[in-house]
């Protein structure tokens, strides 16, 4: 197959720009669910296993009034009744349980402010929007500045395991901005994983220019991991100019970084 100069000078450019730049903006999509779901698991092991030395450290101290060691020991109680409250309401959501956003947000602040804060409010969204996705995606844009952001990702990773179509036309319809279009590209990546032809079909059908680009790269990026000599191939049949020179680029560099002899033979082909 013959290709164009353009084809080729855009998939040079891309090379030299350097592989290690591919490795970062598009390596594959994290299983956000499996690594927050174990992350969680260790918080909540580790927490549970440190309050335990700590009681019993507590209880050790012969300077300490005994008042002082109920306080002490009082406050480590609430803190474990909070983990497991948590892990319970977690527990009934995965088995088909109900959430609401009142309930969400008493979970949400039963926590102090601090790492195993943040740790539960993702797990809370990714857990949540796999069972619900709108209805998480709403309660998330309830909240304020950090906790919204972190929450509507986690949520929307959630969703996209469940519905990917539905987490995907979501994130087409937010206002344009270059993190919401860095959405459409990681929600069509997730989609094209599991459906690629529908990803494909429903990035091709966008009627704005740059989600059009961002959703058909993502479908191209996802592609190109399992054969990008194929991704490279459609890529350069795309009509869009525009489109057609993005998709190009990321299934050049995607080639490039796993072949580099082939990917240059194809691009002066």
Same mark, same amino acid.
């Given at each position: 197959?013959?290709?164009?100069?353009?084809?080729? $000078? /855009?998939?040079?450019?891309?090379?030299?720009?350097? /592989?290690?730049?591919?490795?970062?903006?598009?390596?594959?999509?994290?299983?956000?669910?499996?690594?927050?779901?174990?992350?969680?698991?260790?918080?909540?092991?580790?927490?549970?296993?440190?309050?335990?030395?700590?009681?019993?450290?507590?209880?050790?101290?012969?300077?300490?009034?005994?008042?002082?060691?109920?306080?002490?020991?009082?406050?480590?109680?609430?803190?474990?009744?909070?983990?497991?409250?948590?892990?319970?309401?977690?527990?009934?959501?995965?088995?088909?349980?109900?959430?609401?956003?009142?309930?969400?947000?008493? $979970?949400?602040?039963?926590?102090?402010?601090?790492?195993?804060?943040?740790?539960?409010?993702?797990?809370?969204?990714?857990?949540?929007?796999?069972?619900?996705?709108?209805?998480?995606?709403?309660?998330?844009?309830? $909240?304020?500045?950090?906790?919204?952001?972190?929450? $509507?990702?986690?949520?929307?990773?959630?969703?996209?395991?469940?519905?990917?179509?539905?987490?995907?036309?979501?994130?087409?319809?937010?206002?344009?901005?270059?993190?919401?279009?860095?959405?459409?590209?990681?929600?069509?990546?997730?989609?094209?994983?599991?459906?690629?032809?529908?990803?494909?079909?429903?990035?091709?059908?966008?009627?704005?220019?740059? /989600?059009?680009?961002?959703?058909?790269?993502?479908?191209?990026?996802?592609?190109?991991?399992?054969?990008?000599?194929?991704?490279?191939?459609?890529?350069?049949?795309?009509?869009?100019?525009?489109?057609?020179?993005?998709?190009?680029?990321?299934?050049?560099?995607?080639?490039?970084?796993?072949?580099?002899?082939?990917?240059?033979?194809?691009?002066?082909?």
């Amino acid at each position: 197959m013959k290709f164009n100069i353009s084809s080729c $000078l /855009i998939a040079v450019a891309a090379f030299a720009a350097g /592989i290690a730049v591919d490795r970062v903006v598009f390596s594959p999509v994290e299983d956000t669910a499996a690594a927050e779901g174990a992350r969680v698991r260790n918080k909540e092991s580790s927490s549970l296993s440190s309050r335990g030395s700590r009681s019993r450290a507590i209880s050790s101290q012969p300077d300490r009034s005994d008042s002082d060691r109920q306080r002490e020991e009082s406050r480590e109680e609430g803190a474990d009744g909070v983990l497991g409250s948590f892990r319970d309401a977690m527990e009934k959501l995965q088995d088909g349980g109900s959430m609401d956003a009142k309930t969400a947000s008493q $979970l949400l602040q039963s926590f102090p402010p601090g790492r195993e804060r943040r740790h539960m409010l993702e797990h809370l969204a990714n857990v949540w929007g796999r069972r619900n996705g709108q209805v998480a995606i709403e309660w998330a844009e309830s $909240l304020d500045g950090s906790d919204r952001r972190r929450a $509507l990702h986690s949520a929307l990773h959630g969703w996209s395991e469940e519905d990917p179509a539905g987490a995907a036309q979501y994130v087409a319809e937010l206002p344009t901005s270059e993190q919401n279009l860095h959405l459409v590209h990681e929600m069509a990546h997730r989609w094209a994983e599991s459906d690629r032809t529908a990803a494909m079909e429903w990035g091709a059908s966008q009627g704005d220019a740059a /989600i059009r680009s961002r959703a058909m790269g993502g479908v191209v990026s996802s592609w190109a991991e399992t054969d990008p000599a194929a991704a490279a191939n459609f890529a350069s049949t795309i009509d869009n100019l525009f489109v057609k020179h993005q998709a190009l680029e990321i299934a050049a560099r995607r080639w490039a970084s796993q072949d580099t002899a082939s990917a240059m033979e194809w691009a002066q082909g």
